[in-house]
């Protein structure tokens, strides 16, 4: 059986009026001072065995402080790294927000990463302790955890079961036996973190395979979350349906953080695939996502009658919403507007894990379709001679963790050199029109943006994702991966049902109607813009094959490496048998 959610709830008891924050000089203390204000009001939400639990301001911070004292109980000084690698959970917030009352360093992993990966950053980081969600994680650190001297501690976010692991329940109670002899030490060390104290590293999933670990500090989260909460109209009432996970700097700040400085009901998602019903249960005012999802949710709504889709669309979202937000990736415009269309409001904007996140976004009632929005209160946008998008603000980061190279190129004459490409209009509304790297130069030097290519691409119904491939050639090829409904009623349509997938993208009628598909989507742009040839691919591209990043954005050179025994025929070049033998195991 499943509760519902109540909307009651939300509203009261009354809140003071919201502070000024401006002395505000950490995270743990933005959290304090909201429980002060806001007390037995709700503020974080999920469901556990079908039922909605909460916790109030007051359970919040309490519930820190207690996990807090079992981290100095049990040594963690200030700057000590500590690893996290878990889905989003309450108990993420928990230890999140413990690591940095103590003066720690929070490291997150994303959850789907395989171990070898976790564990290099856990390495380049010198985790010394690590919060994990589950047996199978514990165990697939094991063997690293015991190299070093002392031992690496692993600390269960439950109480699963685990030799390897202190169970939750166990570190949570000693937390509570030893607040009160802890209470000095605890509260002097939030009194002395600082808007400079490095509170978090985290690890690009970098789209062209560069992973490096960037610092954020205090300042840099406070100062975005602070300039959001400006900048945005959001009322006491707001709440926050939130599964962006919060290993991801787009999903902590937008979701959790920014809830924590507006005072925020924060409602955890299930999961993605349950999405869909969680919305209806929860019928949230604001939702923020990456164009993967809205997407989705726009072709499941599709219909050729234009007035029944905005309905179904509607209906998905419920009637207390009051914005989308996107990032992450590109929105194509198609999707925006169909969702304007709808009467929702689909607000994208941009930012990168260097600039905590968010740079610039779109506005209710200052919105342009096709970019990313006026920039953030306090942060400056300037575009380069060649194009390239540079920023200069307190969310920018000081740097990357142990790598002083890579630090002075990005932060060169006292701007973050973002490697994206864009300009701004006279209203100062930023587009963005590529990556620095991923510019195509075609062997005549002309030069092509593939995201802009590959943005209207998408506007078709029929396919799901697109990569284009060129550099260096006399023309444009494109790999295609074509929606799994539309390939279905193809091989209805043609009679070919029992083909299996990969046999079904191969077939002629099926190449002749994407080449169709293709023409007409690019017939207004010029010669060296069209794509010439272009291989079908029968299954999308996964954040498990490492093709995505876990915001679900085009790992695009790892794919153009991996299927270029498919791309450079179309050339005329002879796949090698090296090519066959490393690449026929992983074809889709």
């Not at 390495?123 to 010394?128: G, I, L, T």
């Not at 954020?216 to 602070?226: I, R």
């Not at 980061?397 to 050199?417: I, M, S, V």
């Not at 993208?505 to 023409?519: I, K, T, Y």
């Given at each position: 059986m499943t509760a519902s959610i109540s909307a009651v709830t939300v509203d009261a008891p009354r809140a003071r009026p919201m502070p000024a924050f401006s002395e505000v000089t950490s995270i743990p203390a933005l959290l304090l001072q909201q429980a002060e204000r806001l007390g037995p009001r709700p503020a974080v939400r999920w469901k556990q065995h079908g039922w909605w639990q909460d916790w109030s301001w007051e359970d919040y911070s309490e519930r820190m402080l207690a996990l807090a004292a079992a981290l100095l109980d049990e040594g963690v000084a200030p700057g000590d790294r500590v690893g996290l690698w878990s889905e989003n959970r309450p108990e993420w917030l928990l230890a999140d927000l413990a690591?940095?009352?103590?003066?720690?360093?929070?490291?997150?992993?994303?959850?789907?990463?395989?171990?070898?990966?976790?564990?290099?950053?856990?390495?380049?980081?010198?985790?010394?302790?690590?919060?994990?969600?589950?047996?199978?994680?514990?165990?697939?650190?094991?063997?690293?955890?015991?190299?070093?001297?002392?031992p690496r501690k692993i600390w269960g976010l439950t109480d699963f079961a685990s030799p390897q692991t202190a169970r939750w329940s166990v570190l949570v109670s000693r937390g509570w036996e030893q607040r009160s002899r802890l209470f000095s030490e605890l509260a002097r060390r939030i009194a002395e973190l600082s808007r400079d104290t490095l509170a978090t590293i985290m690890y690009t999933s970098g789209t062209t395979g560069d992973c490096k670990g960037v610092m954020l500090t205090h300042g840099n989260l406070l100062s975005n979350a602070l300039a959001m909460l400006q900048a945005v109209e959001l009322g006491p009432h707001t709440?926050?349906?939130?599964?962006?996970?919060?290993?991801?700097?787009?999903?902590?700040?937008?979701?959790?953080?920014?809830?924590?400085?507006?005072?925020?009901?924060?409602?955890?998602?299930?999961?993605?695939?349950?999405?869909?019903?969680?919305?209806r249960q929860v019928q949230p005012t604001s939702f923020a996502a990456v164009p993967r999802v809205y997407e989705k949710i726009l072709a499941a709504c599709r219909d050729t009658d234009q007035e029944k889709q905005r309905r179904r669309l509607r209906s998905i979202f419920g009637p207390r919403i009051e914005r989308l937000n996107s990032g992450g990736a590109p929105l194509p415009v198609h999707v925006a507007q169909a969702y304007w269309d709808a009467g929702l409001p689909?607000?994208?904007?941009?930012?990168?894990?260097?600039?905590?996140?968010?740079?610039?976004?779109?506005?209710?009632?200052?919105?342009?379709?096709?970019?990313?929005?006026?920039?953030?209160?306090?942060?400056?946008?300037?575009?380069?001679?060649d194009g390239e998008i540079f920023v200069r603000g307190p969310n920018v980061t000081p740097g990357y963790w142990r790598n002083p190279e890579a630090t002075?190129?990005?932060?060169?004459?006292?701007?973050?050199?973002?490697?994206?490409?864009?300009?701004?209009?006279?209203?100062?509304?930023?587009?963005?029109?590529?990556?620095?790297?991923?510019?195509?130069?075609?062997?005549?030097?002309?030069?092509?943006?593939?995201?802009?290519?590959?943005?209207?691409?998408?506007?078709?119904?029929?396919?799901?994702?697109?990569?284009?491939?060129?550099?260096g050639k006399n023309f444009l090829t494109a790999l295609i991966v074509p929606r799994s409904e539309s390939l279905h009623q193809l091989a209805q349509q043609l009679g070919l049902t029992g083909l299996p997938l990969e046999q079904l993208v191969q077939?002629?009628?099926?190449?002749?109607?994407?080449?169709?598909?293709?023409?007409?989507?690019?017939?207004?742009?010029?010669?060296?813009?069209?794509?010439?040839?272009?291989v079908l691919l029968p299954y999308p591209f996964s954040l498990e094959a490492e093709e995505l990043t876990v915001s679900l954005k085009i790992r695009r050179q790892f794919i153009l490496n991996k299927y270029r025994y498919l791309l450079e025929p179309l050339y005329g070049a002879p796949e090698s048998a090296t090519d066959r033998q490393d690449h026929s195991a992983s074809i889709p």
């Amino acid at each position: 059986m499943t509760a519902s959610i109540s909307a009651v709830t939300v509203d009261a008891p009354r809140a003071r009026p919201m502070p000024a924050f401006s002395e505000v000089t950490s995270i743990p203390a933005l959290l304090l001072q909201q429980a002060e204000r806001l007390g037995p009001r709700p503020a974080v939400r999920w469901k556990q065995h079908g039922w909605w639990q909460d916790w109030s301001w007051e359970d919040y911070s309490e519930r820190m402080l207690a996990l807090a004292a079992a981290l100095l109980d049990e040594g963690v000084a200030p700057g000590d790294r500590v690893g996290l690698w878990s889905e989003n959970r309450p108990e993420w917030l928990l230890a999140d927000l413990a690591i940095l009352a103590v003066g720690g360093v929070c490291v997150p992993a994303h959850a789907p990463l395989p171990a070898k990966q976790v564990i290099s950053q856990f390495d380049h980081a010198d985790v010394r302790v690590v919060f994990v969600s589950d047996a199978g994680k514990a165990a697939a650190l094991a063997d690293w955890a015991r190299q070093s001297q002392p031992p690496r501690k692993i600390w269960g976010l439950t109480d699963f079961a685990s030799p390897q692991t202190a169970r939750w329940s166990v570190l949570v109670s000693r937390g509570w036996e030893q607040r009160s002899r802890l209470f000095s030490e605890l509260a002097r060390r939030i009194a002395e973190l600082s808007r400079d104290t490095l509170a978090t590293i985290m690890y690009t999933s970098g789209t062209t395979g560069d992973c490096k670990g960037v610092m954020l500090t205090h300042g840099n989260l406070l100062s975005n979350a602070l300039a959001m909460l400006q900048a945005v109209e959001l009322g006491p009432h707001t709440v926050v349906l939130s599964w962006l996970p919060y290993s991801h700097i787009y999903g902590r700040l937008v979701d959790y953080y920014l809830s924590l400085a507006g005072g925020f009901l924060l409602v955890l998602a299930e999961s993605v695939d349950g999405i869909v019903e969680d919305l209806r249960q929860v019928q949230p005012t604001s939702f923020a996502a990456v164009p993967r999802v809205y997407e989705k949710i726009l072709a499941a709504c599709r219909d050729t009658d234009q007035e029944k889709q905005r309905r179904r669309l509607r209906s998905i979202f419920g009637p207390r919403i009051e914005r989308l937000n996107s990032g992450g990736a590109p929105l194509p415009v198609h999707v925006a507007q169909a969702y304007w269309d709808a009467g929702l409001p689909l607000l994208q904007g941009y930012g990168l894990t260097e600039t905590s996140p968010v740079v610039s976004f779109n506005r209710l009632g200052k919105n342009k379709i096709g970019t990313v929005g006026q920039a953030v209160p306090g942060v400056e946008i300037r575009i380069a001679e060649d194009g390239e998008i540079f920023v200069r603000g307190p969310n920018v980061t000081p740097g990357y963790w142990r790598n002083p190279e890579a630090t002075r190129q990005a932060l060169a004459d006292g701007w973050f050199h973002t490697g994206d490409l864009g300009f701004l209009d006279a209203d100062g509304f930023l587009t963005i029109t590529g990556r620095k790297k991923d510019l195509i130069v075609l062997s005549n030097g002309k030069k092509v943006f593939p995201a802009e290519l590959e943005n209207l691409l998408l506007a078709s119904p029929h396919i799901e994702q697109a990569v284009v491939y060129g550099e260096g050639k006399n023309f444009l090829t494109a790999l295609i991966v074509p929606r799994s409904e539309s390939l279905h009623q193809l091989a209805q349509q043609l009679g070919l049902t029992g083909l299996p997938l990969e046999q079904l993208v191969q077939h002629s009628s099926v190449q002749a109607f994407f080449r169709n598909e293709l023409d007409q989507l690019l017939v207004d742009q010029p010669s060296w813009e069209q794509i010439r040839e272009f291989v079908l691919l029968p299954y999308p591209f996964s954040l498990e094959a490492e093709e995505l990043t876990v915001s679900l954005k085009i790992r695009r050179q790892f794919i153009l490496n991996k299927y270029r025994y498919l791309l450079e025929p179309l050339y005329g070049a002879p796949e090698s048998a090296t090519d066959r033998q490393d690449h026929s195991a992983s074809i889709p």
